[in-house]
């Protein structure tokens, strides 16, 4: 039957290196076995140096896309990514509001890994205001969790009470990513808070590599997908850190210097 296959949607910026953004997205959903389609948020001129050059989409472009695919598929999950300024944060917003897309999958984008802001503060303010009441899933990095909940980083317990406080912003299942931007660690453990109340941990191996590009895209599309194919929020989040720490662990030799992870893992 028409449009009875798992059909999911990346609302975000196009990377042209591959690595990162929409083309990681699109390779997960690939690999997940699910249809992927794409709205077009940015396009971003860049390699495994860095980013040189990037250019957003007119809203009125974005309002397109969002109808043409609402007009003729059936997407049974979307997450976004890249949302570069206020008004395009408005704008996907308003279409979530307005399309039928099923469950949310928010990964932030705000903070690099690294802690670098990548958003200025009225697009950040409108991010935290408009997005995030609309999450089904929030995936925010370490850096993304401390600027997004106000908790002190030195907390022992800052997971879990930046989780809650998150959930408190009107996201309804949040996973807090361990920070892993210390080279002497050997684990990175995440947090999950789910809509229940119910929490739970995650502890895996840190890779120590310099192939980690579009880590976070994958994990959040990897969710996305699950949560197409009918998997329980918990068991999504589950599989989508499984996938990523093969992604990482068995990587591929592509960039001179900041590669990506590897989606055929």
Not at 126 to 131: A, I, N
Not at 137 to 151: C, D, H, Q, R, W
Not at 215 to 224: H, K, V
Request: contains cysteine.
């Amino acid at each position: 039957m028409i449009n009875d296959y798992p059909q999911v949607v990346t609302i975000a910026g196009s990377d042209s290196d591959g690595s990162a953004g929409m083309q990681a997205d699109l390779l997960t959903f690939f690999a997940k076995k699910v249809y992927g389609a794409s709205i077009v948020t940015a396009c971003v001129a860049g390699n495994s140096f860095g980013i040189h050059d990037a250019v957003n989409m007119p809203t009125s472009f974005i309002n397109q896309e969002f109808k043409d695919l609402s007009d003729d598929f059936k997407i049974k999950a979307a997450k976004t990514g890249m949302l570069a300024d206020v008004e395009i944060i408005n704008t996907v917003a308003d279409n979530l509001k307005k399309y039928v897309f099923g469950p949310l999958v928010i990964d932030p984008v705000i903070i690099t890994k690294h802690g670098d802001m990548l958003l200025e503060n009225e697009a950040y303010s409108t991010f935290v205001k408009k997005l995030i009441p609309l999450a089904d899933v929030l995936t925010p990095n370490f850096f993304e969790a401390v600027k997004l909940s106000g908790i002190n980083e030195n907390d022992p317990d800052f997971q879990s009470k930046a989780a809650h406080k998150l959930q408190q912003l009107g996201a309804k299942n949040i996973m807090v990513k361990g920070r892993h931007d210390d080279f002497s660690q050997t684990e990175v453990t995440d947090y999950v808070l789910l809509e229940d109340g119910s929490s739970f941990e995650m502890t895996g191996p840190y890779f120590d590599t310099t192939h980690k590009n579009g880590t976070g895209d994958t994990l959040s599309a990897a969710i996305t997908a699950e949560l197409a194919k009918g998997a329980s929020v918990e068991n999504a989040i589950r599989s989508a850190k499984d996938y990523v720490d093969k992604c990482i662990k068995d990587g591929i030799n592509v960039g001179h210097q900041f590669g990506p992870i590897n989606h055929w893992a």
